[in-house]
């Protein structure tokens, strides 16, 4: 199966990524109420990295197959980073206005979470869902070839 070009990856990584991050940053400021912001950002990204990386590995960068947990950790690093973009604009926000509107909640969680993205779209495009990556992993044979001896005059007079 041959990868996507960049810009349809990016055009497939925008919606699938940007579709679950709206939903996801609807979702953070209604946990937000029952926990502590920081906590249900973490949660949140947790759900989104997971589903996004499926989304990714079949329909962004079409590899073709579901991801293991090589891909599944790489792109959890990258997603470490994201949240923390979007966890440091968030505190950065709280210190400047102490109580900010939703509203404004929302637009800096967005930006940061956007620039954020485009971050993690290089870093999934170029190391995690690369085309060599893709390449069937040839598996070691379940047990070894049995050895044949055959008997020929020569080596069976050596055995008299």
């Given at each position: 199966m041959t990868s996507p070009s960049p810009l349809a990856s990016f055009a497939r990584f925008v919606v699938c990524g940007g579709g679950v991050g709206l939903a996801s940053g609807a979702t953070v400021p209604l946990l937000a109420h029952s926990m502590p912001w920081a906590v249900a950002n973490a949660l949140i990204t947790v759900a989104s990295t997971l589903l996004c990386t499926e989304l990714h590995a079949l329909f962004t960068f079409g590899t073709g197959s579901r991801p293991g947990l090589r891909r599944h950790l790489q792109s959890a690093g990258s997603a470490a980073v994201a949240?923390?973009?979007?966890?440091?604009?968030?505190?950065?926000?709280?210190?400047?206005?102490?109580?900010?509107?939703?509203?404004?909640?929302?637009?800096?969680?967005?930006?940061?979470?956007?620039?954020?993205?485009?971050?993690?779209?290089l870093v999934l495009r170029l190391f995690v869902f690369t085309g060599d990556a893709t390449a069937p992993v040839k598996s070691a044979p379940s047990r070894p070839a049995p050895i044949r001896f055959s008997l020929t005059p020569k080596n069976a007079a050596t055995l008299a």
């Open positions: 949240y923390a973009v979007t966890s440091a604009a968030i505190l950065l926000l709280h210190l400047v206005e102490p109580s900010p509107t939703l509203l404004w909640e929302q637009t800096v969680y967005l930006t940061a979470a956007a620039l954020a993205g485009i971050g993690r779209f």
